[in-house]
């Protein structure tokens, strides 16, 4: 089955306010963290903020990953648009941190064995830190381990779904492990708000929404009433916000559309792995100049990094997302129809 749709700005301005949450969040705790600022003034905000606007990601997710597989027709396809997607930057940015961190001194390699860095090179490498309990490198990207979960088990339902007969009966297998994945972590009942208002096949013919403030207050009651511990509540109106993202309406949704956050939510990938690592010296340079004012650290940590994220992020986007991506695709569809087989595109 294939399935075409119009692009949704809203959903890419989306992306670009929650990978600049996160940026300013990693500000906010870097500064804390390493005595930039002397008192944690927003504790709750620690605790919340970063992860309220990952798991937003993941509504995102749980929408748009069941419609590509339609759309591609082909979990073989699927798969290799997700590689292409996924890994250009993360590996630019996996082979930098393993080339240049005990170097550096980056502290997550401080007195590691040969056969540690190797083993957490691949576990790193294939994402699994993150949905298990095992060393990380890049600190934001657990998140894409709970992603590539995500496609891997939506790939085999689809796949088992369609494929009929007997492999029907594999279907519990997939599922069983979701729901494992959600007992583990309710983390993941995010994907399941974000495949539920994907299940409406006409969003814009839902009942409209008493007020056009509607995604505003569903997003702040989400935000306000965030638990890592108990994210039930939240998790009901970010599924209503998400509504509103996807019908295009109401206040949010035509903040969403405005030339910044459509910019920040092109190169929201980018952005979402590159920042840390540009931080990384920021603060080591700003905690060494001992500015005489807590305040102007953190400004100077802030604006630095900010700017410096976005400017790596912009060029990242243009060479890696953009042309290295395209050329190693082209070869793909190259060496497919070379052999007979089309392993990307329609």
């Keep these: 089955m294939q399935l075409t749709e119009q692009r949704n700005d809203t959903i890419t301005g989306l992306r670009g306010l929650l990978a600049s949450s996160v940026v300013l969040y990693h500000v906010y705790t870097g500064s804390v963290d ?12 620690r605790e919340t903020a970063g992860l309220i606007a990952v798991y937003l990601f993941f509504v995102i997710s749980g929408y748009l990953i069941p419609r590509s597989l339609m759309r591609h027709g082909s ?11 996924i890994y250009p930057v993360f590996l630019v940015i996996h082979l930098l941190i393993f080339a240049i961190g005990p170097v ?9 064995s040969v056969s540690d860095y190797i083993l957490h090179f691949f576990s790193n490498l294939f994402f699994l830190p993150g949905v298990f309990d095992l060393p990380i490198a890049q600190i934001v990207a657990w998140s894409l381990s709970y992603e590539a979960a995500f496609y891997l088990l939506t790939g085999a339902v689809f796949y088992l779904w369609n494929r009929g007969g ?7 297998v997939p599922l069983a492990a979701s729901v494992w994945l959600i007992w583990k972590d309710p983390a993941f009942l995010f994907f399941v708000a974000g495949i539920l208002i994907g299940t409406v096949r006409r969003p814009e013919a839902l009942p409209p929404s008493l007020t056009r403030l509607d ?6 009651l989400a935000c306000i009433l965030f638990d890592p511990k108990f994210i039930y509540g939240a998790l009901i109106f970010a599924l209503i916000f998400f509504h509103t993202v996807v019908r295009q309406y109401g206040v949010v949704s035509s903040l969403l559309r405005t030339k910044p956050f459509m ?5 929201s990938y980018s952005l979402y792995l590159w920042h840390t690592v540009v931080m990384f010296p920021v603060k080591r340079v700003v905690i060494a100049l001992g500015l005489p004012a807590e305040w102007m650290g953190v400004a100077a940590f802030g604006i630095i990094s ?3 994220a976005i400017l790596v992020s912009h060029f990242s986007y243009h060479w890696i997302e953009g042309k290295l991506t395209r050329s190693v695709r082209s070869k ?6 070379a052999s007979g087989f089309r392993s990307v595109g329609g």
Aim: aromatic residues 18%.
């Design 215 to 220: 995604g505003l207050i569903a997003l702040a």
């Design 34 to 45: 390493d005595g930039i600022l002397k008192t944690d003034y927003f504790p709750h905000f």
């Design 332 to 337: 793909v569809r190259f060496a497919g129809k």
């Design 75 to 85: 979990v073989g396809r699927f798969a290799v648009d997700r590689i292409l997607r």
């Design 166 to 172: 007997w492999k029907h009966f594999l279907l519990p």
């Design 104 to 112: 550096i001194g980056y502290a997550w390699f401080k007195d590691i």
């Design 306 to 308: 900010v700017a410096g």
């Design 263 to 267: 910019y920040l939510g092109t190169i």
